[in-house]
């Protein structure tokens, strides 16, 4: 069975940092393109940003370029998102997803992150 | 950047009604279209790839299609378990969601 569990969010102060994880099983995940996706309270959602299978190419949305950075250990099945010079608008629930062909075909259950003084 | 709009972005049904959500794209995306379903306190579920494919697993009541820059997700009967909101997905050139349409219980 395919899991994605995130850990790492929490409340921290804006311009301040934070790094989550996504810890992946029941799948080769060395092989998978990698997503990080959020979602404001009550908004919808917003794709942040994709690693390749074996960490050598990222892309992200503008709104994070330069302030975010994913990255993978595939000896450890883990997926990161360091996040730098947070803001109050980074506030949010932070899913990983699995890349299946460009749709999203596995979700981890998402982990809160609060931007505030 | 490609922007998608759906429509409506709320809509009050019935169980057992015939139900239709469009999607535009902003340009041409081709057949690189996601739907997906999310509830409540949920993460997003896959329901549809490439424009018009069933994920394994979902209910054959749910239907896409389109291509270009204009789709629909068809939800052919309603059921209690269906009421949710639904987000349709670009990836023809990164990935942007639509701003979802929430399907509510009249």
């Known amino acids: 069975e395919v899991r994605l569990v995130e850990s790492g969010g929490g409340l921290v102060q804006p311009g301040g940092s934070l790094r989550l994880s996504c810890s992946a099983s029941g799948f080769t995940f060395s092989t998978f393109w990698m997503h990080w996706v959020r979602q404001a309270p009550g908004k919808g959602l917003e794709w942040l940003s994709r690693i390749n299978s074996d960490g050598t190419n990222q892309r992200y949305v503008d709104s994070v370029k330069g302030r975010f950075a994913i990255s993978r250990d595939n000896a450890k099945n883990t997926l990161h998102l360091q996040m730098n010079s947070l803001r109050a608008e980074d506030t949010a629930i932070y899913y990983c997803?699995?890349?299946?062909?460009?749709?999203?075909?596995?979700w981890g259950q998402g982990t809160l992150v609060t931007v505030s003084s | 950047d490609i922007q998608m709009t759906q429509s409506p972005s709320a809509l009050s049904t019935s169980v057992g009604d015939r139900v239709t959500i469009t999607c535009r794209a902003s340009q041409s995306i081709d057949s690189w279209l996601a739907w997906y379903q999310q509830k409540p306190g949920k993460a997003p579920k896959l329901l549809i790839y490439?424009?018009?494919n069933l994920q394994s697993g979902v209910p054959s009541r749910f239907s896409g299609s389109g291509s270009g820059t204009e789709f629909t997700l068809t939800i052919s009967s309603l059921e209690p378990d269906d009421f949710a909101t639904y987000y349709c997905q670009q990836y023809h050139i990164l990935w942007t969601f639509g701003q979802g349409t929430k399907v509510e219980i009249k």
């Open positions: 490439m424009a018009s």
């Open positions: 997803a699995r890349d299946d062909n460009g749709a999203h075909d596995h």
